[in-house]
């Protein structure tokens, strides 16, 4: 599976973005799909993650409310709306799509990563 983000760039606080997360390779509708995000000397952190089409969807707290994670499978793309953007949300955002149809908050429970796209939010 080849994961291709995009979407990433400058905002201003307050303001929104819409993260796209181009798959191919294999059906995209049997994966459970999550978004990651990291900034420079810390961990990977988990923001959003959905299980296979039509399943559940799971946030950190910090996104919770202002961030929605959604799917089109007639276009292999999952979606991260990320509205009320804050300061503390810029990072490198990464898709990543997993073999578990449950999908998981942890980093280790997918298989297959596209190579992120920044969002800067100016304070």
């Known amino acids: 599976v080849q994961l291709q983000a995009s979407g990433g760039g400058l905002v201003q606080a307050g303001g929104s973005l819409r993260l796209s997360c181009a798959a191919s390779?294999?059906?995209?509708?049997?994966?459970?799909m999550g978004w990651f995000r990291q900034t420079p000397g810390k961990e990977r952190e988990f923001v959003a993650a959905e299980r296979w089409s039509g399943g559940s969807t799971d946030y950190a707290d910090s996104v919770q409310g202002r961030f929605t994670i959604s799917r089109d499978n007639t276009k292999n793309t999952l979606y991260l709306q990320m509205n009320s953007l804050k300061h503390e949300d810029t990072a490198v955002y990464y898709c990543?799509?997993?073999?578990?149809?449950?999908?998981?908050?942890?980093?280790?429970?997918?298989?297959?990563w596209g190579q992120g796209t920044l969002v800067t939010v100016s304070s």
């Open positions: 390779g294999r059906t995209f509708s049997s994966f459970a």
């Open positions: 990543a799509a997993s073999l578990s149809p449950y999908g998981s908050t942890r980093g280790t429970g997918y298989n297959y």
